[in-house]
């Protein structure tokens, strides 16, 4: 490609008048371009490239987002408004430039803007690096979050860490995974503000010492600790045009000294530089290994960094305008977004405690009335506990608080319940067993919380009656449902411009905001020129997919077939072996009945495995190893190809949602919380092939069962089956041939070069009569279902008008009403209704 044109700038270099603060006209735009390439890149603009080009808009569209969140805090404070502080690990925004441009609602000006400087505005976004603050649904649905906050204009923050390495770069290098640093950050990002002030002190490890003060009460002080400074790093979130900017802080470790002299008076410099590195470790990357001691140590260390520092920024703020805490929980709100901040709890009643020397009832009472907990996981492994000796080390006085909680708390409980010694264990926030005493931090979350959510209806109904049903019983009216969502100014208007100006042409925009509008698509299914327009939009969108696809991994596919789609982070749970279990039998009907008209099918996975999770990592290795077979055999030819696109992130999502057919959200029934893949595949009009299992029940009730395809066990049946199993997998395979071949297929060598050996373990979890997620249980209804996804797609006309109704009830899931109920009925903030 030849190099853009660079228009007329050379002309006007020597004559570049000062920026403006806010500009949003194109001459103004242009004006601070290429202000921004000379002042903060020491550029000559007449040698600007597109990478100088893409850092001097981004950095004049952070100077328009700083002047409207400059006011936006003065508001906040002139108003003594109630704050929210979402706490989250996680924060997977993806690139940040489109999504200010539309936000802010100046698309066509900084369109024309670039273009004039001879530059494709398109082009300039891919120079983008998506930020690695984040790993899967957790991180993303926080970003959506963030932005409806904003959009609602709800007071808020979101408070993470500032990670320098992302989970991992993935690479597929002879079908395996193998992971390389994500250094997301080496040349640095033009979004973020680095903020020399405030910067706080976080301390671990040291020892308890007590004392008497000037009243004679009993104090505790933490002394002895080895300290590291979290410095702060703002990115600005933009409402839709709103004027209405918040911001994420996210914490950076610093060594508390630059370099410890102490190792100099000994000759030390290797350790003094040690030392520093070990500090700063704490946000280097996100989420170490923690299969051994140093990991969980590093993790455990990471979450107590990132509340410390939050919560002396929250009391910095908290205390400008007030001198005791009797409004403390009147002026703050604070959401534990998953159990990883649930330090947090310990940590305030620390700070009332040990600092601000209030007694254990008020501070208790300000804890209880300042959390609440977000639960996001009905998988056990994912409750997180912390043994009760490396807390001691670490945190020693969180430790003692902990105690004193889970005391005051079981006497609670043994009034209740006298004699119920079971019930005290299965309550108590410390588990003892033969491993020795861990903590539950999910259990302390819960009692440290005025709200538990789970976050779809079924998954909130499991929390209660199978995972937590003492302390539902103990805690009526704690538990409740808020159905996650997606924002559909990332997931509709950005990723699928195509699609939403379609749908902005016939029923306006001002479903961008309410997405309820949606459903005056609904009386369009009979409207032939939409539906073809539909089709025509469904077909672009596939066709920039399979360009990807032939760049990413060297496969060409065919645009018309099915895009049949799996995308997220690979466990056994999520059963992407299934998936791949179908495509053999697919595979086999193609080659044995050539005569069968089958739905021709391109078949997209992608997704990252944990670097520990090996069996996972041996789950990617079949796929691509059925790929490569499938993609090579001219007897299928192009009715069939199989693709797995490495490094999965955000920007990925925003092309294959768009284009995709059909969806694949086919977790074991009971195991899935929510899902949000699911909602954003239903927004852009692809199908959904699921069990009932986390939010596609209520995508069921929503779009209806003649517009998806259900399959499988319900969470109640899957419960029972792994308890009186009413057919082994080897019952079924000796009943169903289909199943059996398959079976055979996938031992005897087909897809892994004669070598019996390399999937057997995927074999024997297959064939394991207590296999937990039920794959052969499930299977045969799976490929009966697909069978009906193939001929429901052969008719196209049938298939657009299911499409389409897909999309006009999909008003339930965005984010904006999922914020709207947190926010009134959990903070207690109201919320205006957007116009």
Same mark, same amino acid.
């Given at each position: 490609?030849?190099?853009?044109?660079?228009?007329?700038?050379?002309?006007?270099?020597?004559k570049?008048?000062?920026?403006?603060?806010?500009?949003?006209?194109?001459?103004s735009?242009?004006?601070?371009i290429?202000?921004?390439?000379?002042?903060?890149?020491?550029?000559?603009?007449?040698r600007?490239?597109?990478?100088?080009?893409?850092?001097a808009l981004?950095?004049?569209l952070?100077?328009?987002?700083?002047?409207?969140? /400059?006011?936006?805090?003065?508001?906040?404070?002139?108003?003594?408004?109630?704050?929210?502080?979402?706490?989250?690990?996680?924060?997977?925004?993806?690139?940040?430039?489109? +999504?200010?441009?539309i936000?802010?609602?100046?698309?066509?000006? %900084?369109?024309?803007?670039?273009?004039?400087?001879?530059?494709?505005?398109?082009?300039?976004?891919? #120079?983008?690096? *998506?930020?690695?603050?984040?790993?899967?649904?957790?991180?993303?649905?926080?970003?959506?979050?963030?932005?409806?906050?904003?959009?609602?204009k709800? !007071?808020?923050?979101?408070?993470?860490?500032?990670?320098?390495y992302?989970?991992f770069?993935?690479?597929?290098?002879?079908?395996?995974?193998v992971?390389?640093?994500?250094?997301?950050?080496?040349?640095?990002?033009?979004?973020?503000?680095?903020?020399?002030?405030p910067?706080?002190?976080?301390?671990?490890?040291?020892?308890?010492?007590?004392y008497?003060?000037?009243?004679?009460n009993?104090?505790?002080?933490?002394?002895?600790?080895?300290d590291?400074?979290? =410095?702060?790093?703002d990115?600005?979130v933009?409402?839709?045009?709103?004027?209405?900017v918040?911001?994420?802080?996210?914490?950076?470790?610093?060594?508390?000294?630059?370099?410890?002299?102490?190792?100099?008076?000994?000759?030390?410099?290797?350790?003094a530089v040690?030392?520093? %590195?070990?500090?700063?470790t704490?946000?280097k990357?996100?989420?170490?290994?923690?299969?051994?001691?140093a990991?969980?140590?590093?993790?455990?260390?990471?979450?107590?960094f990132?509340?410390?520092?939050?919560?002396?920024?929250?009391?910095?703020?908290?205390?400008k305008? $007030?001198?005791d805490?009797?409004?403390?929980?009147?002026?703050?709100?604070?959401?534990?977004n998953?159990?990883?901040p @649930?330090?947090?709890?310990?940590?305030?009643m620390?700070l009332?405690?040990?600092?601000?020397?209030?007694?254990?009832?008020?501070?208790?009472?300000?804890?209880i +009335?300042?959390?609440?907990?977000?639960?996001?996981?009905?998988?056990?492994?994912?409750?997180?506990?912390?043994?009760?000796?490396? =807390?001691?080390?670490?945190?020693?006085? $969180?430790l003692?608080?902990i105690?004193?909680?889970n005391?005051?708390?079981l006497?609670?409980?043994?009034q209740?319940?006298?004699?119920?010694?079971?019930?005290?264990?299965?309550?108590?926030?410390?588990?003892?067993?033969?491993?020795?005493?861990?903590?539950?931090?999910?259990?302390?979350?819960?009692?440290?919380?005025?709200?538990?959510?789970?976050v779809?209806?079924?998954?909130?109904?499991?929390?209660?009656?199978?995972?937590?049903?003492?302390?539902?019983?103990?805690?009526p009216?704690?538990?409740?449902?808020?159905?996650?969502?997606?924002t559909?100014?990332?997931?509709?208007?950005?990723?699928?411009?195509?699609?939403?100006?379609? /749908?902005?042409?016939?029923?306006?925009?001002?479903?961008?905001? *309410?997405?309820?509008?949606?459903?005056?698509?609904? !009386?369009l299914?009979?409207?032939?020129t939409?539906?073809?327009?539909?089709?025509?939009?469904k077909?672009?969108?596939?066709?920039?997919?399979?360009?990807?696809?032939?760049?990413?991994?060297?496969?060409?596919?065919?645009?018309?077939?099915m895009?049949?789609?799996? %995308?997220?982070? /690979?466990? #056994?749970?999520?059963?992407?072996?299934?998936?791949?279990?179908?495509?053999?039998?697919?595979y $086999?009907?193609?080659?044995?009945?050539?005569?069968? #008209?089958?739905?021709?099918?391109? &078949?997209i996975?992608?997704?990252?495995?944990?670097?520990?999770?090996?069996?996972?990592?041996?789950?990617?290795?079949?796929?691509?190893?059925?790929?490569?077979? &499938? +993609?090579?055999?001219?007897?299928?030819?192009?009715?069939?190809?199989?693709?797995?696109? !490495?490094?999965?992130?955000?920007?990925?999502?925003?092309?294959? =949602?768009?284009?995709?057919?059909?969806?694949?959200?086919?977790?074991?029934?009971?195991?899935?919380?929510?899902?949000?893949?699911?909602?954003?595949?239903?927004?852009?009009? @692809?199908l959904?092939?699921?069990?009932? *299992?986390?939010a596609?029940?209520?995508?069921?009730?929503?779009?209806?069962?003649?517009?998806?395809?259900i399959f499988?066990?319900?969470?109640?049946?899957a419960?029972?089956?792994?308890? +009186?199993?009413?057919?082994?997998?080897?019952?079924i395979?000796?009943?169903n041939?289909?199943?059996?071949?398959?079976?055979a297929?996938?031992?005897?060598?087909?897809?892994?070069?004669?070598?019996?050996?390399?999937?057997?373990?995927l074999?024997?979890?297959?064939?394991n009569?207590?296999?937990?997620?039920?794959?052969?249980?499930d299977?045969?209804?799976?490929?009966?279902?697909?069978?009906?996804?193939?001929?429901?797609?052969?008719?196209?006309?049938q298939w657009?008008?299911?499409? /389409?109704?897909?999309?006009?009830?999909?008003?339930?899931?965005?984010?904006?009403r999922?914020?709207?109920q947190?926010?009134?009925?959990?903070?207690? &903030?109201?919320?205006?209704?957007?116009?």
């Amino acid at each position: 490609m030849s190099p853009p044109k660079r228009a007329k700038q050379c002309k006007i270099v020597s004559k570049i008048p000062p920026a403006d603060m806010c500009p949003t006209t194109v001459e103004s735009l242009k004006k601070n371009i290429l202000h921004h390439v000379m002042s903060f890149q020491g550029r000559d603009p007449e040698r600007a490239g597109k990478s100088d080009i893409y850092k001097a808009l981004a950095y004049t569209l952070r100077d328009i987002m700083t002047e409207k969140w /400059i006011d936006t805090q003065k508001a906040y404070y002139d108003k003594e408004k109630k704050r929210v502080y979402y706490l989250s690990l996680e924060f997977l925004i993806g690139r940040s430039l489109s +999504n200010a441009i539309i936000n802010l609602g100046i698309y066509d000006q %900084v369109k024309g803007a670039v273009e004039e400087l001879g530059y494709d505005l398109n082009i300039l976004a891919e #120079e983008e690096e *998506d930020a690695a603050l984040g790993n899967g649904g957790l991180g993303r649905l926080a970003a959506c979050f963030m932005d409806s906050i904003a959009t609602l204009k709800i !007071p808020a923050y979101g408070y993470g860490i500032r990670y320098e390495y992302g989970l991992f770069y993935q690479q597929l290098i002879d079908g395996y995974q193998v992971e390389s640093p994500d250094n997301w950050l080496r040349y640095g990002t033009p979004w973020e503000f680095d903020r020399k002030m405030p910067v706080f002190p976080v301390h671990f490890y040291g020892r308890v010492s007590t004392y008497q003060d000037s009243e004679g009460n009993y104090r505790v002080k933490w002394v002895d600790t080895t300290d590291v400074m979290a =410095m702060p790093c703002d990115i600005m979130v933009p409402g839709y045009e709103n004027d209405h900017v918040i911001n994420m802080r996210l914490w950076t470790a610093r060594a508390s000294r630059e370099l410890d002299l102490n190792y100099f008076s000994h000759g030390d410099y290797i350790g003094a530089v040690q030392s520093k %590195v070990s500090s700063e470790t704490i946000s280097k990357v996100l989420y170490p290994p923690d299969h051994n001691l140093a990991g969980q140590e590093l993790r455990l260390k990471q979450q107590y960094f990132f509340v410390a520092a939050t919560f002396q920024d929250i009391m910095r703020r908290y205390k400008k305008k $007030h001198h005791d805490f009797s409004k403390f929980s009147d002026r703050v709100a604070v959401q534990l977004n998953d159990t990883h901040p @649930a330090i947090a709890i310990p940590e305030l009643m620390r700070l009332l405690l040990d600092e601000e020397g209030l007694n254990w009832e008020k501070a208790w009472t300000v804890c209880i +009335n300042t959390f609440a907990y977000t639960n996001h996981t009905l998988m056990p492994e994912a409750l997180e506990k912390w043994t009760v000796e490396m =807390m001691d080390r670490v945190l020693p006085r $969180h430790l003692q608080i902990i105690y004193e909680i889970n005391q005051r708390f079981l006497d609670m409980v043994k009034q209740q319940y006298p004699g119920d010694i079971h019930r005290l264990q299965t309550m108590s926030i410390i588990e003892e067993n033969w491993e020795g005493k861990k903590i539950r931090m999910a259990h302390l979350a819960i009692i440290g919380s005025h709200s538990v959510n789970g976050v779809a209806e079924l998954h909130a109904k499991l929390l209660k009656e199978n995972i937590f049903p003492t302390f539902n019983e103990f805690y009526p009216g704690k538990f409740n449902s808020k159905t996650n969502g997606i924002t559909p100014r990332r997931w509709l208007l950005l990723a699928n411009p195509g699609l939403s100006d379609l /749908i902005s042409g016939q029923i306006g925009t001002g479903w961008i905001t *309410d997405l309820d509008q949606l459903h005056g698509l609904a !009386p369009l299914v009979d409207d032939k020129t939409f539906c073809r327009k539909w089709q025509e939009v469904k077909l672009g969108n596939k066709k920039r997919l399979a360009l990807l696809i032939h760049e990413l991994c060297g496969v060409a596919v065919d645009p018309y077939a099915m895009f049949d789609v799996q %995308v997220k982070r /690979i466990h #056994e749970y999520k059963r992407q072996l299934l998936n791949c279990l179908h495509i053999i039998s697919l595979y $086999h009907q193609m080659i044995k009945y050539p005569e069968r #008209e089958l739905a021709s099918r391109v &078949i997209i996975f992608a997704g990252k495995a944990a670097p520990s999770y090996w069996i996972a990592k041996l789950i990617i290795k079949l796929i691509t190893s059925v790929a490569d077979v &499938i +993609n090579n055999d001219p007897r299928v030819g192009k009715r069939l190809r199989v693709v797995f696109l !490495p490094n999965y992130n955000v920007s990925q999502a925003e092309v294959i =949602m768009p284009a995709a057919d059909l969806s694949e959200q086919i977790s074991t029934a009971g195991t899935e919380a929510s899902g949000t893949g699911n909602m954003k595949f239903s927004l852009n009009g @692809a199908l959904t092939i699921g069990t009932l *299992d986390g939010a596609n029940i209520e995508i069921l009730e929503e779009v209806g069962s003649k517009n998806i395809f259900i399959f499988g066990l319900t969470a109640a049946e899957a419960e029972y089956e792994r308890l +009186n199993s009413s057919r082994s997998p080897q019952q079924i395979c000796d009943e169903n041939p289909v199943v059996n071949e398959v079976m055979a297929s996938l031992g005897n060598g087909a897809f892994s070069r004669g070598n019996k050996e390399l999937f057997r373990p995927l074999v024997e979890s297959l064939m394991n009569p207590q296999d937990p997620y039920l794959l052969l249980r499930d299977f045969e209804s799976y490929l009966e279902c697909q069978q009906r996804v193939g001929k429901a797609f052969a008719d196209q006309e049938q298939w657009t008008r299911m499409a /389409i109704l897909n999309v006009a009830r999909m008003g339930k899931f965005s984010t904006d009403r999922t914020i709207r109920q947190y926010a009134e009925e959990i903070w207690g &903030i109201p919320v205006e209704k957007l116009t």
